[in-house]
């Protein structure tokens, strides 16, 4: 793994965790991405729950190619996922992630809203983001590794000063630091809990449930996918999580993935 120059410790909360999703967590002070060292060992026949963690990344990755700045304080995690080996249903996977993500920072007392597609935020602002990254064989779903990275307990001044303006972190939020090991066993169980219905093809309870934390629905947006500027309403979602557009002429856009601006 060509990770492993970087330093690798198994903490006692990780062997203490007993989330029955989680089967085997690799912590390390410091890693290139979590989502590159997941894919390697997925790919090398890694099992589901197979967890990365880093206190800090040097070429943390975000959506679009983009950079996500990984400073001391943060938590970077990915998550190895082999979905039944099918890809029905796996665009659902990123509304699992971000309503965990947005019910763990919830339960800390702070008012968190889901930005579609997956943007965490508090006070409007960018809190956590988060990254799927899958191998697709035909239909078969051979792994999907989902990063997840959350400003904890990051000083606003440690993230340049471009997205400065529209991030925040946990710590500038409540005022004072949150437990590291702390926070992550109650996303773990957050995680299980949800993943579960996941499992168990509760599909609508997961939809129910990212409905009441987005403050997406109803709002005039624009999307940028790949290939278009959209505008309209966001007005629903359908059953496999895309988002449903009604445009100013009154055609209905169903959307997968893009960059959502209120
Ligand atoms: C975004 O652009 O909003 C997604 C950011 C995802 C960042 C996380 S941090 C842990 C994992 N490893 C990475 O390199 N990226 C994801």
């Known amino acids: 793994m060509k990770e492993t120059k970087f330093v690798t410790k198994t903490t006692n909360f990780s062997k203490n965790l007993h989330i029955d999703l989680v089967k085997k967590m690799l912590v390390f002070d410091e890693v290139n991405s979590t989502n590159i060292t997941a894919k390697e060992l997925a790919q090398a026949g890694a099992e ?24 001391d304080g943060g938590v970077y ?8 080996k099918s890809t029905e249903n796996i665009s659902l996977l990123p509304l699992v992630a971000a309503l965990t993500v947005a019910r763990t920072i919830t339960l800390y007392g702070l008012h968190t809203t889901i930005k579609w597609p997956n943007d965490v935020q508090v006070n409007g602002k960018k809190i956590a983001g988060i ?5 697709i064989r035909g239909h078969e779903v051979i792994y999907v590794v989902v990063g997840i990275g959350i400003n904890l307990n ?3 001044k440690d993230l340049s000063a471009d997205i400065q303006p529209r991030s925040t972190s946990m710590f500038h939020e409540l005022g004072s630091p949150v437990d590291y090991h702390e926070f992550l066993r109650t996303f773990f169980m957050q995680f299980d809990r949800i993943y579960s219905l996941f499992v168990d093809h509760k599909f609508q309870r997961i939809i129910d449930e990212w409905k009441i934390q987005t403050d997406t629905l109803g709002k005039t947006i ?8 959209l505008q309209g309403i966001a007005f629903d979602i359908d059953q496999s999580g895309f988002l449903l557009l009604r ?11 893009g960059d959502c601006l209120y």
């Open 222 to 229: 624009c999307v940028q996918t790949s290939t278009e500027t």
């Open 131 to 135: 990254l799927l990254e899958s191998e």
């Open 247 to 257: 445009k100013e002429n009154g055609e209905i856009k169903k959307i997968l993935s």
């Open 154 to 156: 990051i000083d606003r």
């Open 77 to 84: 995690l990915s998550i190895i996922l082999q979905p039944k």
């Open 48 to 71: 589901e729950g197979t967890v990365v963690i880093a206190r800090k990344q040097h070429h943390g990755r975000g959506r679009f190619d983009r950079i996500w700045q990984s400073p």
